[in-house]
């Protein structure tokens, strides 16, 4: 599971600038307030990844795992998860066109992304093999979700360089990087959704685990028959809605 989250926020500069920076506030959100368990040495040293403690007993077997996963996880219905929160900066440049109309473009820009992976972490007594497997492919997911906002990164610096507003409104320089500002906050909040669209493709992922019982499919309660003919000598019950 992934989020991308981005925040607006102004930055003012002079205003006799040339080409000024109007940059979104940089501070991602949606920071995790979980205390986290301490790192398993394999992944220790992944910058980004952060681990929370699975509860089973530590001879659990994969069928418990499972069940406490299930059950436990912060984000459940999924084992792990993967954040990516994207900022940008953009600078714009205006021309004034001889039917008094602005044409404002952007001459510089800069598009980051901080990524963050939670992982469940466990020392295993029985099924280490297992868990150790099941871990390892849980990982290989979350770095598709990463490589999902790697991809996404290139495709917001190309639209930024790409981009291009038209004011038939503005009376000046700075109305018309005013108005490209508003439109181009809008049109970045579409492309963050474009990306939360492409991570969400990836899940649900279940976990394996060998070794697990597979899960029990819940049996449907019977109901009589409304158009059943009761045995003899019998009644029959009303139906409650």
């Given at each position: ?20 920076e ?46 406490w ?9 999924e ?26 473009k ?5 598009v980051?992304?901080a ?12 099924i ?84 697990a ?29």
């Amino acid at each position: 599971m992934a989020l991308a989250e981005h925040h607006h926020g102004a930055e003012h500069e002079r205003p006799d600038a040339y080409a000024r920076e109007t940059t979104p506030g940089r501070t991602p959100q949606g920071v995790l307030a979980l205390q986290r368990a301490a790192g398993n040495g394999a992944v220790a040293g992944l910058l980004g990844v952060q681990r929370y403690a699975v509860g089973a007993a530590a001879d659990s077997d994969a069928t418990a795992v499972l069940a406490w996963l299930a059950a436990n996880s912060p984000y459940a219905p999924e084992a792990a998860h993967t954040q990516a929160a994207f900022s940008m900066t953009r600078t714009f440049d205006a021309k004034e066109a001889k039917d008094k109309s602005w044409t404002v473009k952007v001459t510089a820009s800069t598009v980051t992304v901080a990524k963050s992976v939670d992982m469940p972490t466990w020392a295993p007594t029985k099924i280490k093999k297992e868990w150790t497997a099941a871990h390892t492919a849980l990982r290989a997911h979350e770095a598709r979700h990463e490589g999902v906002a790697d991809t996404w990164k290139a495709t917001l610096k190309a639209r930024l360089a790409a981009y291009t507003f038209t004011s038939t409104t503005a009376t000046s320089w700075d109305d018309a990087t005013a108005e490209a500002g508003v439109d181009l906050d809008e049109k970045w909040a579409t492309w963050i959704e474009e990306h939360q669209k492409a991570q969400e493709k990836l899940d649900p992922y279940a976990v394996v685990i060998a070794g697990a019982a597979a899960p029990v499919a819940p049996v449907a309660p019977v109901t009589p028959d409304a158009d059943a003919a009761p045995e003899s000598g019998e009644t029959p019950s009303p139906i409650e809605e």
